[in-house]
């Protein structure tokens, strides 16, 4: 290994590049102890040079010079840290192409141009390393990429974005509507003044994509992610899903399929930690084909992922061999994040993260057997909350609509009309499991009722 200090270039010093600027320059002796050789910041590239940083940056390095950053003989790495997927695509590829290795926190990005980024890294003999980039402090791609190696991944369930989860937090814990628990994320800096990408799933999806990539190689690209987010929900229904004993959490889902033949189904995994496609049920040569989604879900209040509060980020992770692992933690902030990364410049500095790197073939243009399909088939239990007419024979109609699609219910609860007599009641129908296709087929048909007074709310129920 070589002793020659690992040079880095921070392209980004906002919250997470000024968090591995302050680890770089207040921690080089244990980075250097850890690394066997010392990780010194080469130049550190920003938009704005007389803007104040979490950390003094020495005289000189502070730059608005990307080329001359990148281009730097002395930099072996390039940590982007800007975000967004326009100038940090640019920033990634131009390192790669000056022989630089990359380190990146932009999930957005990898989700959009994973396979480009990764081509390109495999062609300069570079690597790319992006710890940061799915839940913060969380170590869920080198858990997923080397603890679990020996598994074939079955299934993920993930809360990865803590500005939601801090949101459904506050709506079920204090009773706020949505937008007095997004208020409250705002002023304590949770949730950035547009949170729209945080709230609507789309990072949720992003993240998703990443995890997918390494659990089942598929370039699952994000519009083929189906996403519904947080900013809809009705305090209404987090009510009555807990007087049910239900959670509701924003989950980032992936399930394999059983098996390969025509009848197959993919279903959530059943109580207990144990999947109907582990290792006994299934071979792993047999699991083709992956459903990803992010929704909210409801968790019984016992599950250990409804019991992850606040802004924190936690997975699941069922593996064929491992059964069911959790990891928890931080999953963004200044120091989360940076730690992450500084992580990754270690795994560079001592030279593993080029070793794994270039067995994991991570978005290689072959396939590596996995497709992604529709959650249409995805097998599930649904919450369903109505609110109808209060007559008589409503309930029967939409029975009859549910048993024609062979769905079967496992509870009915119809609350009290409020004041003034004639206002439309909430009816709430747990099903047993059935598939998503034939469940959607029936809302449909429900939603044409007369007596259905505003379209269906449904959500998936986890057990
Ligand atoms: N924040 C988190 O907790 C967190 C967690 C996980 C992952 N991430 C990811 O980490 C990345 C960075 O996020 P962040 O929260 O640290 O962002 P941020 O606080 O907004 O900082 C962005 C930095 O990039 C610089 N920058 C933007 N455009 C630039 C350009 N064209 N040329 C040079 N510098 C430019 C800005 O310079 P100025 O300072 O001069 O404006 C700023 O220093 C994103 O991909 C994000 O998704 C963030």
Known sequence: MSSEPLGVVLVGCGTVGGGVAKILLEHADRLARRAGRPVVLRRVVVRDPSRARPVAIPAGLLTTDLTAAITDPAAHVVAELIGG???????????????????????????????????????????????????????????????????QVTAIQGILNGTSNFILTGMAEKGLTYRAALAEAQRLGYAEADPTLDVDGSDAAHKLAVLAQIAFGVAARPHQIERQGIDTLDPMDIRFASELGYTIKLLAEAWTSESTQADRSTSRPVGNGSSPSRSEDVASSELKTVALHVAPVLLRHTDLLAQVRGAYNAIVVHGDLVGETLYQGPGAGMMPTASSVAADLIDLAVGRAQRTFAVARLWAKECKGFTVEPTERVRSRFYLRLLVADRPGVLADVTRILADEQISISSVVQHEAGEGGDQPVPLVIVTHYAQTGRFRAALGKINRLAVVAVPAVFYSVGD
């Open 85 to 151: 997927t326009s100038v940090a695509k640019k920033v990634v590829l131009d390192a790669l192409a000056a022989g630089k290795h990359v380190v990146t926190a932009n999930k957005a990005l990898l989700a959009e141009a994973g396979t480009e980024i990764f081509e390109a890294a495999r062609k300069v003999e570079r690597v790319v390393c992006f710890e940061a980039a799915v839940a913060g402090g969380v170590p869920i791609i080198r858990a997923l990429g080397e603890s679990l190696a020996a598994n």
